[in-house]
């Protein structure tokens, strides 16, 4: 791209006279929008929008510039980097803002990143991280699925609100932990540019929103971009502080003077102080009817399968092109909302305690005419382009005995309902297990983690985590093993009760078994199969202490090494 290039914001947003696509009707893929690669410039600030899933920004200051966000991974960063080069006059890095701790928000960091420079979050993007880190295989897992990894360009070009998000070739990038975190709100002065942070918890618990009051610009992070909120995300997470969120944009609407520019966390800005209202608006109003609608039916006695059948946006707001449904969905929002209200548990009480799948499958299957009569009516539903009913039945089969008859059924039957889904999303997750069930694709390997990744990663994160990850050979096991870092002179001990793993953070026992040893190795050895501990010299790195002193003290100390190394599953 050259200077010629530059791209200015599209018109503001209005809502649209054609009714919306509807959820049966084509896939979004059809009508898929431009992601060609975009830097929109307005004075100071470059947006560096489609170089990967989320945005670049750039404001210029005395001496050089502010990032905000640093995208997915190395190879979109250096391109952003490439981009601002060209743009900014000064290409000297003042700072790095955070707006939230979403790894396609921060991963890139490094290739920015020089000693000393400052990076700024909200006090939350810590626990924000730890939460993520405590299930990383099993949402890796299911982000596989959410995103597409692994399926081919043409079957998931998009993420409804970005291009194709793309696992990073290699090891995953560096995680660089914020230098200067706040809780409430905070000014800066950077380059002669007054900076406000605001704390905007929303999509996620350490949400921030950027404003800089004289240039009248606002970085909303990812509280909106055009598409349905993510309410609730399919891959999994937890509960979404959704009357937050509904506040945290009412205090954007309510600044003075009012924003005249407004850069996201995804997809283009949008200019002009009237029309940014009037978005912000309609979009506190769509999340707000949702919360209100599901608070107003629980308080009648109904359920969240009543509510998603209910629960209708208003005209103005279906219609809404930044309210389309490519990203998040009005269902899931509902289901999410009521599941942070109520948890699991729906009040009905033929849930409570709900036939098991194979149990179910067993009563319904004579009824059905045995296995072979279930796969004749999935097979049926699939010619009559009722996937959902086609793909039930194959799940009541598959429950007594693994067919492949069936497994066929369900393949053709997912391929069929990702062709009818409007969500992006949705359509990729179909398409994921259709893939697996058919194994032309393969598992996706998670990236390989180096202990770089994690280098800055809060020790207490790691230390705490490991409870979860006793395995069955913890079962009958009553021991304990302290952890001695010399470096920092902090101090744990896990203890394991039969299975049940209690971590305390100081030295009590004494532990049978102490590790004492650098954060940094730790951190390497972690990372690693278990049983490394064992090889490559890794014995040079640590020392290990019994409470027991006799002449069998080094063998005992290196059988309980062995233990620990073998009722730890890897992280």
């Not at 005395?62 to 991974?73: A, F, H, K, R, S």
């Not at 999994?236 to 407004?262: F, N, T």
């Not at 990203?327 to 709900?354: C, E, Q, S």
């Not at 202490?545 to 073998?566: I, M």
């Amino acid at each position: 791209m050259n200077e010629s290039e530059r791209e200015q914001p599209p018109p503001a947003p209005v809502p649209s006279d054609e009714p919306p696509p509807s959820v049966d009707s084509p896939c979004a893929i059809a009508t898929a929008p431009d992601w060609t690669p975009r830097v929109y410039s307005r004075g100071r600030v470059h947006a560096a929008v489609n170089l990967a899933i989320s945005n670049f920004t750039a404001i210029e200051v005395d001496g050089g510039y502010v990032l905000i966000d640093t995208g997915p991974d190395v190879a979109s960063a250096r391109k952003a980097q490439s981009e601002f080069r060209r743009r900014v006059e000064n290409d000297r890095l003042q700072a790095i803002i955070y707006t939230h701790g979403h790894w396609d928000h921060v991963r890139g960091t490094a290739v920015f990143h020089r000693p000393g420079i400052p990076i700024w979050a909200h006090e939350n993007f810590a626990e924000h991280m730890r939460q993520e880190n405590r299930l990383p295989n099993a949402y890796f897992r299911r982000g596989a699925k959410q995103f597409g990894y692994g399926l081919p360009h043409d079957r998931a070009p998009h993420e409804g609100i970005g291009p194709a998000l793309r696992l990073p070739r290699g090891k995953v990038p560096s995680l660089i932990m914020p230098t200067h975190t706040f809780r409430e709100r905070a000014e800066t002065v950077i380059g002669g540019t007054r900076f406000v942070l605001v704390a905007a918890p929303g999509e996620t618990i350490d949400q921030l929103f950027v404003w800089l009051p004289e240039e009248r610009v606002l970085h909303a992070g990812d509280n909106v971009y055009k598409g349905f909120p993510n309410l609730y995300a399919i891959r999994g997470v937890p509960p979404r502080p959704v009357e937050q969120w509904i506040a945290s944009l009412d205090a954007i609407r309510r600044l003075e003077p009012a924003p005249e520019y407004l850069v996201l966390g995804h997809t283009a800005p949008v200019e002009g102080a009237d029309q940014i209202h009037q978005l912000l608006t309609d979009y506190r109003d769509a999340i707000a009817f949702v919360h209100d609608s599901v608070i107003h039916l629980a308080e009648a006695g109904k359920t969240p399968d009543d509510m998603v059948e209910e629960i209708v946006l208003p005209e103005r707001l279906r219609r809404h092109p930044y309210l389309q449904e490519v990203y998040g969905t009005l269902k899931a929002g509902i289901r999410g909302v009521y599941a942070g209200y109520f948890g699991w548990f729906d009040g009905r009480g033929v849930n409570l305690d709900p036939l098991r799948p194979r149990e179910l499958a067993a009563r319904l299957a004579p009824a059905l005419g045995g296995s072979t009569g279930i796969t004749e009516m999935a097979q049926r539903a699939v010619a009559e382009h009722d996937p959902r009913w086609a793909i039930w039945l194959c799940e009541v089969g598959l429950s007594l005995q693994n067919e492949r008859a069936l497994h066929r059924v369900k393949q053709q039957a997912l391929e069929q309902l990702a062709g009818q889904v409007q969500n992006p999303l949705m359509r990729n997750w179909c398409l994921r297990e259709s893939a697996d069930l058919q194994q032309w694709l393969g598992g996706v390997k998670r990236p390989q983690v180096s202990h770089a990744a994690i280098a800055q990663l809060p020790i207490e994160h790691m230390m705490y985590a490991m409870p979860a990850r006793l395995n069955r050979r913890a079962a009958r096991l009553r021991v304990s093993f302290g952890f001695d870092f010399i470096d920092t002179e902090k101090q744990f001990t896990l203890i394991v009760r039969e299975g049940v793993g209690e971590v305390i953070d100081k030295l009590v026992g004494p532990p049978d078994l102490v590790l004492r040893m650098m954060e940094h190795d730790f951190r390497a050895l972690a990372v690693d199969e278990p049983w490394r501990l064992l090889q490559k010299n890794s014995w040079l790195r640590f020392r290990l202490v019994v409470p027991e002193t006799s002449l069998l003290s080094p063998w005992k100390a290196w059988r309980r090494l062995r233990l620990l190394a073998t009722i730890l599953d890897r992280p």
